[in-house]
DNA sequence: CTGAAAGCGCTTACAG
DNA sequence: CTGAAAGCGCTTACAG
C-alpha cells in the first residue's frame, strides 16, 4: 500500500498486450482492434489506472491545465465568476488551476511563474496586470493569455471587458429621471480600471449635464467601506438623495447605512444603483438596482477564444444590462 | 514565437555548464558551486525559463499538486473555505487544483479520477462522498484524502468535522433561554452529514425538554429556500417565535421573509440562529446570531495534515462558536 | 563540484 | 492492427 501508483505497464502486463496497445487504448480514434481495447479497459478497470496526464502532458506538450489567477475569490461576484470559468474548462476538458493573489503586480508574477512552471496552456486574469514582459514570456513559452476586467491591451492576448463607461453614464441619467436632486458617486481606493470606467462615465455625464456631484473613494471594495462611506455621507449637512456606487459591496453597505443607521426609506428617500448583480443584491432587504455582469457570458468566451488554436490579439467588450429593481425611486 | 518553451538544455547552452548543473542549480541544497548557480539564474532570466514542474513531478514522483473538490463553489461559505484552502496551500509550496462538482456522488467519483490523473499528492473534498472503493484507489495511487464535513469515516483519509451536534442543542437552549415559546427547526432537502447534525442535535434538545417543534426541509440550501419556508411558517395560524435555521443562507431569507413581508422586528416579535457565519451575517440589514465555523482553522488542520509525510487516519473534531449578534432577543 | 547516463510514464513515428 | 524503439524535460545515482 506504499505509494505505487498504477502505470500503463502494469495494466499491459496484466492485460496481456503491450503499453504502447495500453496507451492507444486511451487515445480516442487510435489504431486498435476494438477487442484488444477492451481487454486494456478490463484491465485498467481492476488495477484502478488512469492515464498519468504529467506524462501525457510531457510529450504532447499540452498539460491540459488552465491557470485561474485572481485575487479575493471569496468575495460574491470573483467566485460566481470563477465558478463559471472552472465548470466551462472541466466542460471543455480542461483543467483549472486555482492561484489566489493580493491583487498586487508582483503577486500576478509570482502567479504567473507558477502557471508556466506547470506549463498551463492559458491563464486567466481576474486580478492585477502583468507587465509586457512577463506576457511575452508567458507567450514565449507557448502559453495564452485572457485578460478580464483589465484595461490595457497586451500584444498575443484576449481581452474581455464590459462597457463600464457607459453603465457610469447610465447610472447617472437613471438617477436623474428619478428625480434625485443631490448626487453621489461612491467607489473605493482600489482604482482598477473597471471601477475607474464606471466613475469616468458617471462624472462625464454628470458634467456634461453640468450637475456638481459628491465623490468618495476610500478603503476596499468591501460592504464595510459601503457603510462608513454612507454613514459619513448621509451624516452631511447635504445629504445625497441618488448614489451610485461602483460596486454592489459598496451599494449594500451604503443601504444598510441608510436604513439601519438613518432610518431612511429607500427608494422614498434616497436612491442608490450598484454594479455586479451580486446574489445578495437580489435579496428582499437591498432589492437593488444594478448592473449584471454577464459572468456567463465572460467565462463562455473565454473558453471559445482558448479552444480555438490561433486565437489573435483580441478585444471583447460585452454589453452591461441594467437590472431594474427596487433601490431607484420611479419616475411619477 | 511558436508554442517552443525554453528547456533546461537550452539554459544550459546558454551558460555553458551540462543541462544536470541547470538542475542542480534549482534545486534547493544541491551541490552546485555559487559560481555555476549565479550563472545558471543568469541565463535562465535572459531566457525566462522556469523548471517544467510537469517533468519534475513525474521523476520524483510528486506533482506538488492539490485538488480541491466542492459543489456550488459560489456560495458564500464554499467559497471562504476554498479561498483559505488555496491560500494555505501556496504558502505550503503546493499548487490547488479546482474541480467542481454538482455534489452527486457520481461526480466526486469523476472529480476523484480527474485528480488521479494528474497524480495530485491530495484531494480535499467539501461536497459529496466518495465510497470506500474509490478511496482506496486513490489511496493505491498513492493519493492523500481530506474530507470536510463528511460523516462517514474512511480509511487512511484525514475527516475533520464541526461539533454540529452540539450547536443544534446550544441553538435550542438559546432560543428557550430567549425566551421564545413556538420554535421552528428549518433546513434544505440536500440531508448532508453536518446539516443532519446540526438537525438531531435541536431535536434531540427539544425532546429532552418536552417541547415540540416545527419541521420544515425543502429545496436547496439557498436564500430563496429560506424565504419561501419563512413566509410559509410565518403565514401560518401558528407562527414561531424562535427559528434555528441549518444554515446562514436559509436564516438570511427567513429574516427578509419576517421583516420585508410580514413587517415583523427582530428580535422583538421574532429570534432567529443561523450556522456558517458568511460575511452577510455580520451586515447590519442581517445581524445574525450564529455558529462561526472555523474556515482558518480547517485549512490550517487540512495542510498541516498534509505536510505530515505519515498522516494516519484521522479524524478531527474542531469546537463551533456562536457568535453573538442581535437576532435573538436577551433575556430580561 | 561536475557531467554522462539511466530512467520517470507516457506517446508516436517506424516497421511489420 | 500491433510492438520495439526513440524521445518529451527533468532528476539522481554513479563516476570522476
Redesign the interface.
Same mark, same amino acid.
Given at each position: 500500500?506504499? &505509494?505505487?501508483?498504477?502505470t500503463a505497464q502494469d495494466v499491459a502486463d496484466y492485460a496481456g498486450v503491450s503499453r504502447t496497445a495500453v496507451s492507444r487504448a486511451f487515445t480516442p480514434g487510435a489504431s486498435v482492434s476494438a477487442e484488444t481495447r477492451a481487454k486494456v479497459q478490463r484491465a485498467a478497470e481492476a488495477l484502478?489506472y !488512469?492515464?498519468?496526464?504529467?506524462?501525457r502532458?510531457?510529450i504532447r506538450?499540452e498539460?491540459g491545465?488552465v491557470a485561474?489567477i485572481a485575487a479575493?475569490?471569496?468575495?460574491?461576484y &470573483?467566485?460566481?465568476l470563477?465558478?463559471q470559468l472552472? !465548470?466551462g474548462l472541466?466542460a471543455a476538458g480542461k483543467?483549472?488551476?486555482?492561484?489566489?493573489t493580493d491583487r498586487s503586480d508582483d503577486s500576478v508574477r509570482q502567479a504567473l !511563474?507558477?502557471a508556466?512552471?506547470? &506549463?498551463t496552456e492559458a491563464a486567466v486574469i481576474l486580478s492585477g496586470m502583468p507587465d509586457s514582459a512577463l506576457c511575452?514570456?508567458c507567450? &514565449?513559452?507557448?502559453m495564452r493569455l485572457v485578460l478580464v476586467n483589465r484595461d490595457e491591451a497586451r500584444k498575443g492576448t484576449l481581452q474581455i471587458r464590459l462597457d463600464d463607461h457607459e453603465a457610469g453614464v447610465t447610472a447617472f441619467n437613471t438617477l436623474r429621471r428619478a428625480g434625485c436632486a443631490a448626487l453621489a458617486l461612491v467607489s473605493s481606493a482600489a482604482g482598477t480600471p473597471s471601477l475607474a470606467g464606471r466613475i469616468a462615465g458617471f462624472r462625464h455625464a454628470a458634467e456634461a449635464a453640468g450637475v456638481t456631484i459628491q465623490e468618495r473613494s476610500t478603503g476596499a471594495t468591501s460592504?464595510q467601506t459601503g457603510?462608513e462611506i454612507g454613514t459619513d455621507l448621509l451624516s452631511s449637512t447635504t445629504p445625497p438623495d441618488g448614489i451610485f456606487c461602483v460596486t454592489d459591496l459598496l451599494a449594500?453597505?451604503v443601504?444598510?447605512?441608510a436604513?439601519?443607521?438613518f432610518g431612511l426609506g429607500v427608494p422614498a428617500d434616497l436612491s442608490v444603483i450598484g454594479f455586479d448583480d451580486i446574489? !445578495?443584491a437580489g435579496?428582499?432587504?437591498?432589492a437593488l438596482n444594478t448592473f449584471a455582469q454577464p459572468t456567463g457570458e465572460i467565462a463562455a468566451t473565454a473558453i471559445d477564444w482558448l479552444s480555438d488554436p490561433d486565437g489573435e490579439t483580441r478585444v471583447v467588450q460585452l454589453p452591461v444590462r441594467m437590472v431594474w429593481r427596487k433601490s431607484v425611486r420611479v419616475p411619477a
Open positions: 500500500m506504499k &505509494r505505487a501508483p498504477v484502478g !488512469q492515464v498519468n496526464h504529467l506524462a502532458g510531457l506538450s498539460s491545465l485561474l479575493e475569490i471569496e468575495t460574491p &470573483r467566485s460566481a470563477l465558478s472552472a !465548470q472541466l483543467t483549472p488551476i486555482l492561484i489566489a !511563474q507558477h508556466i512552471s506547470y &506549463r511575452d514570456i507567450l &514565449r513559452n507557448g460592504y457603510l449594500c453597505g443601504l444598510d447605512a436604513r439601519c443607521r446574489a !445578495q435579496w428582499e432587504s437591498y
